[in-house]
């Protein structure tokens, strides 16, 4: 096991490398660039040079790639010019980490609970009513854009009912930061306003942002459950006398649930896209909203380190879903 | 407390499974309904052996699936009456059923591969049946499910109870089956088809453990089976199925001394023997899809070595004489 996750932290880091060369590349070859972005339209061809100059944009790219990766080896990742402009780019990735991670939890969390026994229901009861009504809901969890279901879920929530919050994190409580983490440290220093102010901020970003793991979690789960169900070895428990709540927890679910937790970690993926959409509608100060920024304003310190640590984040995921799927899976753990 | 003392002591001539004009017809709304069992009757005796052979496809799954109450709630409709110790199965509710069955009654499948569940160690998986119908705790089972194992013939049981399925081969995982099976002390087990899955000389190793343990626990046995070589060792009585009805019964030596079925007597000519080393087998020509409806005909008629002209033209009764029975027109008259 331990030679396991060594193997898969060296292809990590493999993948780091790769990775930073080809965004580094692709990134400067995007049309504008932070001069622009700096500057303005109206900049004279002689500022501009300047700026360049100073910069060290008027280098090869590859004499510039390798400068950045010397300099990131100290630990320096450039500053950043948009997001929290002069700010170590790292620095502003370790802000907004917290925010995105509090709202991808509560997203995935949301979509878990609801799918997974909505889909054991929907497999039951094949065909019938239930079944139908959740298959529909699923299509318009994958058809519905993500930032449309935002922008509803603000206008009737936030906007026309004043339910909820419109946008941000947290009202301003003058909470005490402890970790980032706005619940846990409401919670840590007995501010419970601050975490239930938290919380209400979380609630429509995360049933937004939650539609996508939802639909996904919901078939796989329906349909491997179909698929177990017929297993010779539900038959042998039925014919055990085992009660129904037995069967449906060791035999069924235990093993319907092994397809469903890989593509639970696969869908980090299509959270971290959904998280620029969704961050973006609420201005809620995580990843997404600092990677959408940082686009615009050709942000290139802070977009590298943005893509590359979401590349780590679901690379790491994915990783402990390996970890548990061993854990569930014996046939995976003792050969 | 002993497990066989506490049975009531039962009559030995009352039967303890008496199915009844069992029939089961598959086919939703709209769609042409398939009977796979017809309309078949028979008695097993406290202790009895019973065997149910057939080829494939004759109903002999469907029939036991409907005794277990194990066929898909829909799709499908039960008709006849299974008498259990005085009970009608068929009319019993899912919770009743469910307190029976594994405890009462118990069956053992064909796939010993397929039929644990992969994810669960052995050990639980037949101490979940002693937690159900006996109450006991997990860990009070745990010595019990070692010791069970133990019986079935699978060494160092004290491991093995850890072990997870596919740590097991195919004969070990059949021997949990049965160990499981007979982890209540059933009065009836039901094996379907237990060894086709196995190696030829596993498959030996299995029946007679099987016949060992009916013996030594006084479980009665239906066995099924499409080789009547399984049979020849083991039951005491014989039901042979032919597109879902029985077409011959009777006890195990006459059966295959005198069958009076041209199809028992194919069936039996498409066994290898001992004492005729070198002879030809000759399977049965043709297949079930030739069948007729055994509405006006007897289904076997097209493939019969012996049709006389009202085979395909009358359905033959299943005509009992002492402790035989028989449906054919025109049955062998020659002992083997
Ligand atoms: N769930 C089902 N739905 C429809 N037909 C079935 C079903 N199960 C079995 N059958 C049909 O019933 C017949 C008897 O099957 P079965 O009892 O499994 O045969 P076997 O004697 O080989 O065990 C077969 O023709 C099979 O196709
Ligand atoms: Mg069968």
Redo the contacts between chains.
């Keep these: 096991m331990l030679r396991f996750i060594v193997r898969r932290m060296v292809q990590l880091i493999g993948v780091v490398l790769v990775l930073s060369l080809l965004l580094f590349f692709w990134l400067r070859s995007l049309p504008g660039g932070p001069i622009n972005a700096l500057l303005g339209d109206r900049a004279t061809p002689e500022q501009q040079e300047q700026l360049e100059q100073l910069l060290g944009l008027d280098q090869p790219l590859y004499v510039q790639y390798l400068r950045y990766m010397g300099r990131a080896l100290q630990g320096e990742f450039g500053s950043s010019s948009s997001v929290i402009p002069g700010t170590d780019a790292f620095d502003v990735f370790l802000s907004r980490f917290p925010a995105t991670i509090e709202l991808a939890f509560f997203s995935v969390t949301l979509a878990i609970i609801t799918a997974i026994p909505l889909g054991y229901f929907a497999a039951r009861r094949r065909g019938r009513a239930v079944d139908n009504i959740s298959i529909v809901a699923s299509l318009v969890g994958i058809a519905v854009p993500v930032f449309f279901l935002a922008f509803l879920l603000k206008y009737y929530f936030s906007v026309k009912l004043g339910w909820l919050p419109v946008s941000g994190r947290q009202a301003n409580l003058g909470c005490t930061r402890v970790t980032n983490f706005f619940i846990l440290d409401g919670l840590l220093t007995r501010e419970f306003d601050c975490s239930v102010s938290a919380v209400k901020h979380l609630i429509l970003p995360s049933i937004a942002l939650a539609s996508i793991p939802f639909a996904v979690v919901f078939r796989i789960t329906r349909a491997s459950v179909l698929d177990v169900l017929h297993?010779?070895?539900v038959?042998?428990?039925?014919?055990?006398?085992?009660?129904?709540r037995?069967i449906r927890g060791?035999?069924v679910l235990?093993?319907a649930m092994?397809p469903v937790l890989t593509i639970v970690g696969l869908q980090v993926g299509a959270l971290l896209a959904g998280a620029v959409l969704t961050e973006t509608v609420f201005s809620f100060p995580g990843i997404g909203e600092a990677l959408a920024l940082s686009f615009s304003a050709r942000d290139y310190a802070v977009l590298q380190i943005l893509i590359l640590m979401s590349a780590v984040v679901f690379v790491v995921v994915n990783l402990v879903v390996d970890i548990l799927y061993a854990v569930?899976?014996?046939?995976v753990r003792?050969? | 407390m002993a497990y066989s003392s506490t049975r009531p002591v039962a009559d030995r001539d009352r039967p303890l499974l008496s199915v009844e004009d069992l029939t089961v017809t598959f086919g939703r709304q709209g769609e042409e309904p398939f009977r796979a069992v017809d309309g078949v009757s028979f008695t097993v005796r406290p202790g009895q052996t019973v065997g149910l052979v057939g080829e494939s496809g004759c109903g002999k799954s469907v029939t036991s699936l409907a005794i277990m109450g194990l066929l898909p709630k829909r799709g499908n409709t039960v008709g006849g009456r299974v008498d259990f110790e005085g009970t009608d199965l068929l009319s019993l509710g899912d919770a009743e059923l469910r307190n029976r069955r594994g405890k009462d009654l118990a069956m053992v499948f064909q796939d010993p591969l397929s039929s644990l569940n992969p994810v669960v160690p052995v050990g639980l998986q037949v101490t979940e049946v002693l937690e159900r119908h006996r109450g006991m705790s997990r860990k009070a089972a745990m010595p019990v499910a070692a010791d069970l194992l133990s019986r079935v013939g699978i060494p160092d049981p004290n491991r093995r109870v850890k072990d997870y399925p596919h740590q097991m081969s195919g004969g070990m995982r059949q021997r949990a089956l049965v160990a499981i099976a007979l982890a209540c002390a059933p009065r009836l087990l039901i094996a379907d088809e237990p060894t086709t899955a196995l190696d030829v000389t596993i498959q030996a190793q299995i029946l007679a453990l099987l016949k060992e343990l009916v013996e030594e626990t006084g479980t009665a046995l239906i066995m099924i089976t499409h080789d009547l070589g399984v049979v020849a060792g083991l039951c005491d009585e014989v039901n042979v199925l032919y597109g879902g009805r029985i077409v011959e019964r009777g006890p195990r030596h006459p059966i295959f001394r005198e069958p009076r079925h041209p199809y028992t007597n194919g069936l039996l000519d498409s066994i290898p023997r001992l004492d005729t080393v070198g002879e030809r087998l000759t399977p049965i020509p043709g297949s079930v899809a030739d069948n007729l409806p055994w509405d006006h005909a007897c289904a076997f008629a097209p493939r019969c070595s012996q049709p006389v002209e009202i085979c395909t033209q009358t359905t033959p009764d299943l005509v009992t004489n002492g402790d035989r029975a028989l449906r054919c027109h025109n049955p062998v008259e020659v002992p083997r």
């Excluded at chain 1, 569930?328 to 046939?331: E, S």
């Design positions: 297993e010779d070895y038959r042998t428990a039925e014919a055990k006398g085992l009660t129904a037995v060791r035999h235990r093993n092994l569930v899976d014996p046939r003792t050969s």
